[in-house]
């Protein structure tokens, strides 16, 4: 694919880079462009403001509301945001249960969600951890028993993204004990306002609070809250997670963008002698970077046009996952090594706004944050794993 070959796509990248120039905040561009993630404040205004474009479902198809975008579309799109340091989109609630509604819920479950999670209205959260299941997520033990019209829901789920935020929840809870420990299992979904839910954030490694534990006491959720059938959510929770990884399609040209960064910082740096762009260890090292994550891109981009095509992509979206992490916190710490001492002026959360200039507590921010990259979603051995099999036969 050559989109900058053709006059539509070039027409398209131009209307994309027109609207990105009238629409994203200094605020937000501002925080975006030091590293910092958006605020979840950031992420509703970025996404409502792409919805009143028509453009807030850039991957769904236009019966359900979204674009009917191309892959080559959906590309540019991305390099023209992230070029424009607007904030990625949050996923939870469009990538991950957005799709799986339209494809296997209810009407009525349509019509419900559907249209908040389009317009940011809605903020979802996956509950899948649990204490006793991470990477083996079938071991999950949060239970849910019929009764009547009701599932009645107990147990815990830990490492929830932004669930103090969030009004919904997609949840997998145990049904059924069965022989195989994939089976039994079904997905709900769960409105976060239901007595007996409590949430409780804590802190990460950067200092900030993106991840909670949710305890779910004797909660009563509709048996119409449930999606497909009951017993078969393992099917729909993997159809969820292969989606997680291949949302890595979309994040090449975040990384290019990041790679620009980083090139920015040594522009103003010293190696003691002399611009820190110029020394050659240095430009080994991002160059070497450039190529890698130049790599990426052209493989996510082929990654995009065989989900739209219906064609069964295989392990690559585990490929995707496993290559962008490594690459994110190789090229966050390049950053990180760029700014040398002022990096370590890192703002821990708490801190008075504006006490450290965002282009120094930033940097360090992303490079910490980046370290569980390599662990959500699947940890990369999972991934690892994946791949043996399904590519490998192993």
Same mark, same amino acid.
């Given at each position: ?19 990105? +120039? ?26 409502? *403001? ?23 579309? *959906?590309? /540019? ?19 991950? *249960? ?41 071991? #999950? ?5 019929? @009764? ?18 969030? $009004?919904? !929840? ?6 059924? @004990? +069965? ?5 039994? /299992? ?5 409105? !976060? ?5 409590? %949430? ?10 993106? %991840? =909670? ?41 975040? #990384? ?5 960064? %980083?090139?920015?910082? &040594? ?11 110029? $020394? ?22 082929? !990654?995009?046009?065989? $989900?739209?095509?219906? %064609?069964? =992509? ?37 801190? &008075? ?10 940097? !360090? ?15 990369? +051995? /999972?991934?690892?794993? *994946? /791949? ?7």
């Amino acid at each position: 694919m050559t989109p900058d070959q053709n006059e539509e796509y070039r027409a398209f990248r131009q209307e994309v880079r027109r609207f990105c +120039e009238q629409n994203v905040s200094d605020a937000l561009r501002q925080r975006v462009r030091s590293g910092l993630r958006a605020t979840p404040e950031g992420f509703r205004q970025w996404q409502g *403001i792409l919805f009143h474009q028509g453009w807030g479902a850039p991957t769904w198809p236009k019966e359900h509301g979204g674009t009917g975008w191309s892959p080559v579309q *959906i590309h /540019i799109f991305e390099q023209e945001t992230a070029a424009a340091d607007a904030p990625p989109q949050f996923h939870q609630g469009l990538e991950l *249960i957005g799709p799986i509604l339209f494809t296997y819920g209810t009407e009525e479950q349509k019509a419900r969600y559907l249209p908040g999670i389009l317009s940011g209205q809605d903020w979802w959260c996956q509950g899948y951890s649990e204490p006793q299941a991470g990477s083996d997520l079938a071991g #999950l033990r949060t239970r849910a028993v019929r @009764d009547g019209d009701h599932y009645v829901v107990t147990g815990q789920k830990l490492w929830t993204s932004y669930a103090h935020e969030a $009004n919904r !929840m997609f949840c997998l809870v145990r049904t059924s @004990d +069965e022989s195989r420990k994939q089976d039994g /299992i079904s997905l709900l979904l769960i409105d !976060m306002d239901t007595p007996g839910i409590t %949430v409780r954030p804590f802190q990460t490694l950067d200092e900030q609070a993106h %991840v =909670t534990e949710v305890f779910l006491d004797a909660v009563r959720v509709p048996v119409s809250q449930l999606v497909g059938e009951e017993g078969r959510g393992w099917s729909y929770g993997k159809v969820l997670l292969d989606r997680e990884r291949a949302l890595t399609a979309t994040l090449g040209a975040r #990384l290019s963008r990041l790679l620009e960064q %980083v090139r920015e910082a &040594a522009r103003k740096a010293s190696d003691g002698s002399r611009n820190l762009y110029q $020394n050659p260890v240095f430009r080994a090292k991002l160059a070497q970077l450039e190529i890698e994550v130049l790599a990426i891109e052209q493989m996510g981009l082929r !990654m995009l046009a065989d $989900n739209v095509a219906g %064609v069964d =992509t295989g392990p690559r979206g585990s490929m995707l996952k496993l290559r962008w992490s490594e690459l994110l916190q190789q090229t966050t710490q390049l950053w990180v090594e760029t700014l040398g001492y002022d990096a370590s002026r890192f703002a821990p959360a708490g801190s &008075a706004p504006g006490s450290v200039p965002l282009d120094q507590s930033g940097p !360090m921010s992303a490079y910490l944050h980046s370290r569980v990259t390599s662990i959500y979603g699947g940890s990369n +051995e /999972i991934q690892r794993n *994946i /791949i043996a099999r399904r590519a490998l036969g192993l």
